[in-house]
């Protein structure tokens, strides 16, 4: 299709990301709003007005528009361009590929986050000139994209690759929040980083080291996030460091797990958690794959393009139209 410009959309728990980019993937302008979510339509409605907002600050035309690529967590249907129940947005179906077509006359291709993210790599990041790489999000929640021997992975449905829901733990003393026990996001993603800790801190008969963690009291654990963790860790806290480093352990299982399935050369790493403690998350993971994959390990990165990376993977799916 002709056309010289296209739209990245890249839809967050929270915020709704859009980019107008050129063809050669240059972002020309991008706006970054809070979600809104009171009705099925008004996800896309926010967006055709953000496209619009976009063109007119620019002053380009809107019938230069080549495509639009949007990007979002599943669950997922991209043949009918909707989401299903998605874990991010408090609505049964989200139709995204029908308005926007229809109100900017073009293709509008909908693809996973983490799929949008791994393509993003390929094109624009880390993984140039890789022809198997995954790409695994540790923020909120946990998830992943897949490209092996060059094809990115979907899914009959567009929801491959959503490694957040391996099982880690066959005791299954979390839950997730889709609802099934011992998946890898019910206790190494932001939003259950705290449960994790909780969990650790009830289990303790005794503790003789001098921590922090175990004079909160029942208010503050039930305000305590994440990143409180990693802030006590980074300062010296000893059961802080150990919790990190049993979460380090547990994501070794995950990355171990997705070694195994898609025997990546390269996997890239982003999302808040990782992105705010790269060292603290990353080295425990290097030190101890080793003991859970048969595979070569890959090498294990933070992205480079940081939070913009589902957007840009928004815009290349975009480009391919």
């Known amino acids: ?29 991008k706006e970054k709003r809070e979600i809104r979510t009171n009705h099925s339509y008004e996800v896309s409605e926010q967006i055709i007005e953000i496209v619009d907002y976009l063109f007119e600050e620019t002053g380009l035309e809107i019938a230069d528009l080549r495509g639009i690529g949007v990007a979002s967590a599943g669950p997922m249907n991209v043949n009918k361009g909707e989401l299903v129940n998605p874990t991010n947005i408090p609505l049964e ?59 990115l ?59 922090q963690l175990v004079k909160l009291n029942g ?41 195994e399935a898609y025997d990546p050369a390269l996997i890239t790493v982003g999302g808040a958690v990782a992105l705010h403690n790269p060292g603290m998350v990353l080295d425990p993971i290097r030190a101890k794959i080793h003991h859970y994959t048969q595979n070569e390990i890959p090498l294990i990165k933070i992205t480079q393009l940081e939070e913009e990376v589902v957007l840009y993977g928004a815009i290349a799916r975009a480009l391919a139209i």
């Open 219 to 259: 208010e503050e654990l039930e305000e305590f996030e994440a990143k409180d963790l990693f802030d006590l860790a980074r300062a010296g806290d000893e059961l802080a460091e150990e919790l990190v480093d049993e979460l380090g352990r547990l994501n070794a299982i995950g990355f171990a797990a997705v070694t």
């Open 153 to 211: 992975l979907y899914g009959k449905n567009g929801n491959a690759a959503e490694v957040g829901h391996f099982t880690i733990d066959q005791a299954g003393e979390l839950t997730c929040g889709c609802g099934r026990p011992g998946h890898w996001e019910a206790y190494c993603s932001g939003s259950n980083i705290p449960g994790f800790v909780r969990m650790h801190l009830v289990a303790l008969t005794a503790y003789e080291g001098d921590s």
């Open 93 to 151: 179906v989200v139709p995204l590929s029908e308005p926007l077509g229809q109100r900017f006359g073009v293709d509008v291709e909908l693809i996973n986050d983490g799929a949008s993210a791994v393509l993003a790599e390929q094109k624009f990041g880390e993984g140039q000139g890789y022809d198997n790489l995954v790409y695994i999000t540790i923020s909120t929640g946990i998830g992943g994209g897949a490209i092996v021997d060059g094809n």
């Open 1 to 29: 299709m002709n056309g010289e410009y296209v739209i990245g959309v890249d839809i967050g728990a929270t915020w709704l990301r859009v980019g107008l980019s050129d063809v050669s993937g240059n972002i020309l302008r």
